[in-house]
């Protein structure tokens, strides 16, 4: 069981956890009333919608037997969302009620809303590790050449051009909506040159290619044997696309 609380210390949701689902067990409104009991009752609060995402989107619907149930309606920042039906916890269809001119606002390929555990939890942790670890390591440039103004600009100006295509020519089911995250391994020889280049996430394949390409021409980078990540965020919203992208310098992952 995970147990998840208000700030104020009252309860909110409790999860029953397995490798086959996630069962929403009760909820509590922020007034302290219990909508959920034993699986059943009224769910209206934050979903995480999204390979990880930030608490943006409050879905409202039943919950039977710790599923969702019948019809489902959902808002970001007090905007209708989306809405999504359920046939005995089973998802059967979604639309988008805000979409953009020429998205389809229709899909059936899975659930947006029927996502319990909270979307930021993940990486509220790990903003906490990674401020207040002592041993996090940032990497020094002493008597390096490498031009970071140069090499960030190359390398954003090659990101979005991969975005912008991809939306162009249809291929936004390369993308969640939501947040999409990858992260990208490399170390770097004593001449300089990138090596090791590696995706560790499941997601992004569109961009590894011209990431390395950045970093394959990148000169004089700072030598470490240390790995070094790139983190970047796609950001995708039936209305709106946006991205921003993360290097940190450390031992630690940050995703």
């Known amino acids: 069981m995970w147990k998840f609380f208000y700030e104020n210390g009252l309860p909110e949701r409790t999860l029953q956890i397995s490798s086959d ?62 809405q999504e039906e ?33 979307g930021n939890y993940y990486l509220e942790l790990e903003k906490f590790k990674f401020q207040r670890c002592k041993d996090s390591i940032h990497l020094q440039q002493p008597n390096s050449d490498f031009d970071s103004f140069k090499f960030f600009s190359l390398m954003k100006a090659r990101i979005a051009d991969v975005i912008k295509t991809d939306f162009r020519e249809n291929r936004s089911g390369n993308y969640s909506i939501g947040e999409n995250y990858m992260t990208v391994q490399f170390t770097v020889d004593e001449k300089g040159n990138a090596k090791d280049i590696l995706m560790t996430t499941t997601w992004g394949d569109q961009f590894l290619r011209e ?37 940190k310098i450390t031992e ?4």
């Open 21 to 82: 689902d996630t069962l929403l067990i009760s909820f509590y409104n922020k007034n302290g009333i219990q909508k959920v009991i034993d699986g059943n009752g009224e769910f209206n609060g934050y979903v995480g919608n999204s390979v990880i995402t930030q608490n943006s989107t409050i879905a409202k619907g039943d919950i039977f037997n710790g599923k969702p149930n019948g019809k489902w309606s959902s808002t970001q920042a007090d905007n209708s969302y989306s």
């Open 211 to 247: 990431i390395t390409r950045s970093l394959k021409s990148a000169e004089e980078l700072p030598p470490t044997n240390t790995p070094l990540y790139i983190h970047m965020k796609v950001d995708i919203a039936p209305n709106r696309s946006s991205y921003e992208y993360h290097i």
């Open 86 to 118: 359920f046939v005995d916890g089973e998802f059967v269809k979604g639309v988008f009620l805000n979409t953009r001119k020429g998205w389809d606002p229709n899909y059936t390929n899975r659930s947006i809303l029927n996502a319990f555990f909270p």
């Open 252 to 255: 630690e992952k940050f995703y």
